[in-house]
């Protein structure tokens, strides 16, 4: 292996490369997780390490989790604590209402699993070169090439949503030249059996219990039941077939003499039979299952599964395509771009890849009808992931599914909408059970089993756990999946009743403080701590900015939505008098958007959550142009903040100043985002960055940098949460010219816009529901075929006119 190491290392490219658009390549394998390429269909994912003699493809299956649904009456004390915490905030002792806010705790969530590893040994007797590997993002195929003695290998790798496999092919340039062993193994409990010539069968179960690796302490050791029937249930056929040459197979591996091809069929699946079923009782047939869409695959020659893989992956990446600055072309390893972007080189290209790499995680990692992304999306190697690899809704699940409306991939946002009515179910219970309230809560945790109460045991910190506003923000995706579509079907049957329930709930949590506005109490500001005006650290207190601009943002779509439904006139009044009476903004002392009830300092003045301008992305209530003085002091507040942060931070930053406009500081922080790291472990404050693979660093890897930088890009570019669609709203001057096409705006309009010399020069607007369109800009244009041309409005300019469902108009620099 050493030997073959250095070969590698001394090895050219296949060809002379130019970096091809929309890939990732390399000239060395994998050396760790963090450098593998990743495949997946939404629901089985695998990362391809590209290594020649001894290939590894880590495997996961999204709905592989540990334990089983949610059990109610875990602490039946907690809403006796309600009262006294409450009393303890107005007393200003913030420090005893953190403490007793840990007795309204319940159980940690659980945590998502591998399926485990297929390994291909080939034994070479000679060294390697014209090493070569890639992830060709355009048809979601992950490529390694080299030549040994002669003899280019090629493995194609690509995971198929039609067939519900996972797809290995090995190629030779030479006839008879394919020598192998295909070896499965999995980290959790199994059984592995031969079930043919060509096919290894393995069985198992997952955990009923997996503590988080956060806690600060060792964690408990991962609970197994005694028996290999407790906890979910998996199931994975591993086939191989092969043209020439001849098989045998052991519970050791399958081995392969002397093939002209082969292709390896990966099958999986769980008994995972919805959020509020035993997968154990009442889990589905995993075997069943899995040996179906393996005999489905078996049947087509993989020349008709590579056609329908990529028709199915090309129906939704194909509806967006982006030119910065032409594109142009670098002939560097991706590894290598990515480091000579980070030591300073300008490369728009690089910017489009990673633009256009964030579209090819969602489709590959979030389909219909299947569970939604993860904090890892569906890739994770470790049997106790960082923060249980699950779904953290104070920021990091919504983030996923921010590009999923703009970005054009809207039928992919619809696992966390259903996710949020799962919760609804959940949190009804954990609403009565923990505070005694009607309606429906959710906290910062949550897992595929829709599990909705504060976190913690008792010992997990307030200022994350009893966080009770996951619901309402997640209330914010329902509304805006009807605002892009326009979809009433969706309004009335599913997204009303949801923010129905959340109302009921916000709406019996809110009390009045001593100058009659409505706030939270208990309130965190997720996951920050402030000092008193008596030098006291505390981190619950009352009337957080986040919690009163996530309840203003509810409460305004639930008035809209009930108004346009004609549904619940008495509701509806009492929460438009209640708006009325919410605790307000407050600009503070430094000209910044105050984040707690009072205008106290963060222990961590540079701290990675910026949770208090939630109301100026996502949200819509703070504008440069409906609301310029909020926009400065959520301004002053980044400068305060700094650019430093996490990955994720970084990303939500990037959204932020885009909203305020400065298309250059939404930039900056784009390259700062995408900088080489190689980093393990974890650094909350200054550790974002981005892998040799494009995963973002947390550190460690955290998938929703990538989605809130893909989301940042399309800010940058097209914004229109107040009302307009706004064209190139914050251009930064580094991309002179570029081509966007496919993106979607409110109203369910479909946008393509060219610039040139850092100018609009034309636009294409596709209205696909029909209706008024306002259109903002910030350069002269006119409608094509029509005299109207826009009007100077504030910086900007603007035009409304009527549209005509499924009619595109074409929008002109108007010189």
Same mark, same amino acid.
Request: aromatic share 10%; proline share 5%; with cysteine.
């Given at each position: 292996?050493?030997?073959?190491?250095?070969?590698?290392?001394?090895?050219?490219?296949?060809?002379?490369?130019?970096?091809?658009?929309?890939?990732?390549?390399?000239?060395?394998?994998?050396?760790?997780?963090?450098?593998?390429?990743?495949?997946?269909?939404?629901?089985?994912?695998?990362?391809?390490?590209?290594?020649?003699?001894?290939?590894?493809?880590?495997?996961?299956?999204?709905?592989?989790?540990?334990?089983?649904?949610?059990?109610?009456?875990?602490?039946?004390?907690?809403?006796?604590?309600?009262?006294?915490?409450?009393?303890?905030?107005?007393?200003?002792?913030?420090?005893?209402?953190?403490?007793?806010?840990?007795?309204?705790?319940?159980?940690?969530?659980?945590?998502?699993?591998?399926?485990?590893?297929?390994?291909?040994?080939? %034994?070479?007797? *000679?060294? !390697? &070169?014209?090493?070569?590997?890639?992830?060709? +993002?355009?048809? @979601?195929?992950?490529? $390694?090439?080299?030549?040994?003695?002669?003899?280019?290998?090629?493995?194609?790798?690509?995971?198929?949503?039609?067939?519900?496999?996972?797809?290995?092919?090995?190629?030779?340039?030479?006839?008879?030249?394919?020598?192998?062993?295909?070896?499965?193994?999995?980290?959790?409990?199994?059984?592995?059996?031969?079930?043919?010539?060509?096919?290894?069968?393995?069985?198992?179960?997952?955990?009923?219990?997996?503590?988080?690796?956060?806690?600060?302490?060792?964690?408990?050791?991962?609970?197994?039941?005694?028996?290999?029937?407790?906890?979910?249930?998996?199931?994975?056929?591993?086939?191989?077939? %092969?043209?020439? *040459?001849? !098989? &045998?197979?052991?519970?050791?591996?399958?081995? +392969?003499?002397? @093939?002209?091809?082969? $292709?390896?069929?990966?099958?999986?699946?769980?008994?995972?039979?919805?959020?509020?079923?035993?997968?154990?009782?009442?889990?589905?047939?995993?075997?069943?299952?899995?040996?179906?869409?393996?005999?489905?695959?078996?049947?087509?020659?993989?020349?008709?599964?590579?056609?329908?893989?990529?028709?199915?992956?090309?129906?939704?990446?194909?509806?967006?395509?982006?030119?910065?600055?032409?594109?142009?072309?670098?002939?560097?390893?991706?590894?290598?771009?990515?480091?000579?972007?980070?030591?300073?080189?300008?490369?728009?290209?690089?910017?489009?890849?990673?633009?256009?790499?964030?579209?090819?995680?969602?489709?590959?990692?979030?389909?219909?009808?299947?569970?939604?992304?993860?904090?890892?999306?569906?890739?994770?190697?470790?049997?106790?992931?960082?923060?249980?690899?699950?779904?953290?809704?104070?920021?990091?699940?919504?983030?996923?599914?921010?590009?999923?409306?703009?970005?054009?991939?809207?039928?992919?946002?619809?696992?966390?909408?259903?996710?949020?009515?799962?919760?609804?179910?959940?949190?009804?219970?954990?609403?009565?059970?923990?505070?005694?309230?009607?309606?429906?809560?959710?906290?910062?945790?949550?897992?595929?089993?829709?599990?909705?109460?504060?976190?913690?045991?008792?010992?997990?910190?307030?200022?994350?756990?009893?966080?009770?506003?996951?619901?309402?923000?997640?209330?914010?995706?329902?509304?805006?999946?009807?605002?892009?579509?326009?979809?009433?079907?969706?309004?009335?049957?599913?997204?009303?009743?949801?923010?129905?329930?959340?109302?009921?709930?916000?709406?019996?949590?809110?009390?009045?403080?001593?100058?009659?506005?409505?706030?939270?109490?208990?309130?965190?500001?997720?996951?920050?701590?402030?000092?008193?005006?008596?030098?006291?650290?505390?981190?619950?207190?009352?009337?957080?900015?986040?919690?009163?601009?996530?309840?203003?943002?509810?409460?305004?779509?639930?008035?809209?939505?009930?108004?346009?439904?004609?549904?619940?006139?008495?509701?509806?009044?009492?929460?438009?008098?209640?708006?009325?009476?919410?605790?307000?903004?407050?600009?503070?002392?430094?000209?910044?958007?105050?984040?707690?009830?009072?205008?106290?300092?963060?222990?961590?003045?540079?701290?990675?959550?910026?949770?208090?301008?939630?109301?100026?992305?996502?949200?819509?209530?703070?504008?440069?142009?409906?609301?310029?003085?909020?926009?400065?002091?959520?301004?002053?507040?980044?400068?305060?903040?700094?650019?430093?942060?996490?990955?994720?931070?970084?990303?939500?930053?990037?959204?932020?100043?885009?909203?305020?406009?400065?298309?250059?500081?939404?930039?900056?922080?784009?390259?700062?985002?995408?900088?080489?790291?190689?980093?393990?472990?974890?650094?909350?404050?200054?550790?974002?960055?981005?892998?040799?693979?494009?995963?973002?660093?947390?550190?460690?890897?955290?998938?929703?940098?990538?989605?809130?930088?893909?989301?940042?890009?399309?800010?940058?570019?097209?914004?229109?949460?107040?009302?307009?669609?706004?064209?190139?709203?914050?251009?930064?001057?580094?991309?002179?010219?570029?081509?966007?096409?496919?993106?979607?705006?409110?109203?369910?309009?479909?946008?393509?816009?060219?610039?040139?010399?850092?100018?609009?020069?034309?636009?294409?607007?596709?209205?696909?529901?029909?209706?008024?369109?306002?259109?903002?800009?910030?350069?002269?244009?006119?409608?094509?075929?029509?005299?109207?041309?826009?009007?100077?409005?504030?910086?900007?300019?603007?035009?409304?006119?009527?549209?005509?469902?499924?009619?595109?108009?074409?929008?002109?620099?108007?010189?």
């Amino acid at each position: 292996m050493k030997k073959l190491f250095i070969a590698l290392l001394l090895s050219s490219p296949l060809v002379a490369l130019s970096q091809q658009p929309l890939k990732l390549w390399y000239n060395q394998p994998a050396k760790r997780w963090t450098q593998a390429l990743p495949v997946g269909n939404g629901r089985l994912g695998a990362m391809v390490f590209g290594r020649p003699d001894d290939e590894l493809i880590q495997l996961n299956e999204s709905s592989l989790w540990s334990g089983g649904p949610v059990k109610g009456g875990m602490n039946p004390n907690s809403p006796s604590y309600l009262p006294q915490v409450r009393e303890a905030i107005f007393a200003g002792d913030y420090q005893k209402a953190q403490e007793l806010s840990k007795k309204m705790q319940g159980h940690y969530s659980e945590g998502y699993l591998p399926l485990g590893d297929i390994r291909i040994k080939q %034994n070479f007797n *000679g060294s !390697v &070169s014209n090493y070569y590997r890639d992830l060709n +993002i355009s048809d @979601a195929i992950a490529t $390694t090439r080299f030549t040994i003695n002669g003899v280019t290998y090629k493995r194609e790798v690509f995971s198929s949503a039609p067939a519900q496999v996972i797809i290995v092919r090995l190629t030779a340039s030479k006839p008879n030249q394919l020598s192998l062993k295909v070896l499965a193994s999995t980290p959790l409990k199994n059984r592995k059996a031969v079930t043919g010539q060509n096919t290894i069968l393995i069985k198992g179960s997952a955990p009923t219990h997996v503590d988080p690796s956060y806690l600060g302490k060792k964690p408990n050791p991962i609970h197994y039941d005694d028996s290999l029937s407790k906890g979910m249930r998996y199931a994975w056929v591993t086939k191989v077939l %092969n043209k020439g *040459g001849a !098989v &045998s197979a052991d519970t050791s591996g399958i081995s +392969i003499k002397n @093939a002209s091809e082969v $292709t390896i069929l990966i099958s999986a699946a769980t008994s995972y039979n919805g959020f509020d079923k035993s997968p154990v009782t009442e889990g589905k047939d995993e075997l069943a299952i899995s040996r179906k869409y393996l005999a489905g695959a078996i049947t087509l020659p993989y020349t008709s599964l590579l056609a329908a893989h990529l028709a199915d992956y090309h129906h939704y990446f194909n509806r967006v395509s982006l030119k910065l600055n032409n594109n142009e072309a670098v002939s560097l390893p991706t590894n290598e771009r990515l480091l000579a972007y980070t030591k300073g080189d300008k490369d728009a290209g690089l910017e489009s890849l990673f633009f256009q790499f964030g579209r090819y995680l969602l489709i590959s990692s979030s389909r219909p009808g299947g569970i939604p992304a993860n904090l890892q999306g569906i890739w994770n190697n470790e049997t106790r992931p960082p923060w249980s690899s699950n779904y953290t809704i104070n920021i990091n699940a919504q983030m996923n599914y921010w590009p999923a409306e703009t970005a054009n991939l809207s039928e992919l946002h619809q696992p966390l909408l259903r996710l949020t009515g799962e919760l609804a179910i959940t949190g009804k219970t954990t609403a009565k059970e923990f505070y005694n309230l009607n309606g429906w809560v959710a906290h910062h945790n949550s897992d595929i089993w829709a599990m909705s109460n504060p976190v913690g045991d008792g010992t997990g910190d307030p200022m994350w756990a009893n966080w009770s506003m996951g619901g309402d923000w997640l209330c914010r995706h329902l509304w805006d999946h009807y605002l892009f579509t326009k979809d009433e079907v969706f309004l009335k049957n599913k997204a009303y009743p949801l923010m129905k329930g959340a109302v009921d709930f916000t709406l019996g949590w809110l009390v009045k403080d001593k100058d009659g506005y409505w706030v939270t109490a208990p309130s965190g500001s997720p996951e920050n701590a402030f000092k008193d005006e008596n030098g006291k650290v505390g981190t619950i207190a009352l009337g957080s900015t986040m919690d009163m601009s996530i309840i203003r943002d509810l409460f305004a779509h639930f008035v809209t939505a009930s108004e346009k439904l004609g549904l619940d006139k008495a509701l509806r009044d009492t929460v438009i008098a209640r708006q009325a009476k919410l605790l307000p903004f407050h600009i503070g002392k430094k000209g910044n958007l105050v984040e707690w009830y009072k205008d106290w300092d963060e222990t961590d003045p540079h701290h990675r959550h910026v949770s208090h301008l939630y109301g100026l992305y996502p949200g819509e209530q703070i504008s440069p142009v409906t609301t310029p003085d909020l926009a400065a002091a959520a301004k002053k507040t980044l400068e305060l903040r700094g650019d430093e942060g996490t990955g994720w931070s970084k990303a939500w930053k990037i959204n932020f100043w885009a909203r305020l406009l400065d298309g250059n500081h939404a930039h900056k922080l784009l390259r700062d985002l995408l900088h080489l790291t190689g980093e393990d472990g974890t650094n909350y404050a200054s550790g974002g960055g981005t892998y040799a693979n494009l995963f973002d660093a947390h550190p460690p890897f955290q998938i929703d940098g990538n989605f809130g930088a893909t989301a940042g890009v399309v800010e940058m570019l097209l914004q229109s949460q107040t009302g307009d669609v706004y064209l190139l709203p914050a251009l930064p001057d580094e991309w002179k010219s570029g081509v966007i096409k496919g993106l979607k705006a409110r109203g369910n309009y479909e946008v393509g816009i060219s610039w040139a010399e850092h100018k609009l020069a034309k636009a294409s607007i596709t209205s696909v529901a029909g209706g008024i369109c306002k259109v903002r800009s910030n350069w002269p244009f006119k409608l094509a075929g029509n005299a109207a041309s826009a009007k100077k409005d504030g910086e900007s300019y603007l035009l409304s006119f009527q549209t005509q469902k499924g009619k595109t108009y074409q929008l002109l620099a108007d010189k």
